[in-house]
C-alpha cells in the first residue's frame, strides 16, 4: 500500500496538514482575511491614493 498513488483530494489534505505544522493557524486566518478584501482595496493599502492618480493619468495621455 506504500507504492500507492495519492488521489487529488488526499494530496490536497496531506499538503494543508504539513502546511499547518509548519506555519500555524495564524496563517490560514492572515489569508482568510485577504481573500475576504476587494481588489481595489487591498492595492489602495498597498499602493496609496497616488497609484491611482498616476494611473488616472497615464491612462488620460494617447
Same mark, same amino acid.
Given at each position: 500500500?506504500?507504492?500507492?498513488?495519492? $488521489?487529488?483530494? %488526499?494530496? +490536497?489534505? =496531506? +499538503?494543508? #496538514? $504539513?502546511?499547518? #505544522? #509548519?506555519?500555524?493557524?495564524? &496563517?490560514?486566518?492572515?489569508? *482568510?482575511? =485577504?481573500? *475576504?478584501? =476587494?481588489? +481595489?482595496? $487591498?492595492?489602495? %493599502?498597498?499602493?496609496?491614493? %497616488? &497609484?491611482?492618480? %498616476?494611473? *488616472?493619468r497615464k491612462g +488620460?495621455?494617447?
Open positions: 500500500m506504500a507504492n500507492r498513488k495519492l $488521489t487529488r483530494s %488526499e494530496a +490536497g489534505r =496531506k +499538503g494543508g #496538514k $504539513t502546511t499547518l #505544522k #509548519k506555519y500555524g493557524t495564524e &496563517f490560514y486566518q492572515k489569508i *482568510g482575511q =485577504k481573500g *475576504g478584501r =476587494k481588489g +481595489g482595496q $487591498t492595492t489602495k %493599502e498597498r499602493y496609496g491614493t %497616488e &497609484f491611482y492618480q %498616476e494611473i *488616472g +488620460g495621455l494617447k
